[in-house]
């Protein structure tokens, strides 16, 4: 079993800028495709960004020029960095890992584990 663990969140004034983090468990990290989703109160959860095993990123178009997902394989870490953030961004937001590399996967039906979300609110 593969264990995540956000942290990061927090409060942050329209406009502004904030960072989370996501810290994963297993020798294998290296090889799953990392993404984080959000959920808003009321709201399903949905895709925000995706990096493969091999480096390779992909955004919803709701973040796409805003957003940044990086990863350290060295280190078990995956990273968003949130930039010009929106009340719209005010939602949960999860770290997940999917085991096979070879998919763009946006869905949450296609991934494995899950951490317990980090609460991120954007004032106006």
């Known amino acids: 079993q593969v264990q995540l663990v956000e942290s990061g969140g927090g409060l942050v004034q329209a406009g502004g800028s904030l960072s989370v983090s996501c810290a994963a468990s297993?020798?294998?990290?290296?090889?799953?495709?990392m993404g984080w989703f959000r959920q808003a109160p009321g709201k399903e959860r949905e895709f925000v960004a995706g990096?493969?095993?091999?480096?390779?990123?992909y955004y919803a178009d709701s973040v796409k020029g805003r957003f940044t997902i990086s990863r350290d394989n060295a280190k078990n870490m995956v990273y968003l960095q949130m930039n010009s953030l929106k009340p719209e961004d005010t939602a949960v937001y999860y770290c997940a890992a999917r085991e096979s590399p070879f998919i763009e996967a946006t869905r949450v039906s296609q991934y494995h584990y899950w951490g317990q979300g980090t609460q991120v609110t954007v004032s106006s």
């Open positions: 990096i493969k095993s091999g480096g390779n990123i």
């Open positions: 297993g020798r294998t990290f290296r090889t799953y495709t």
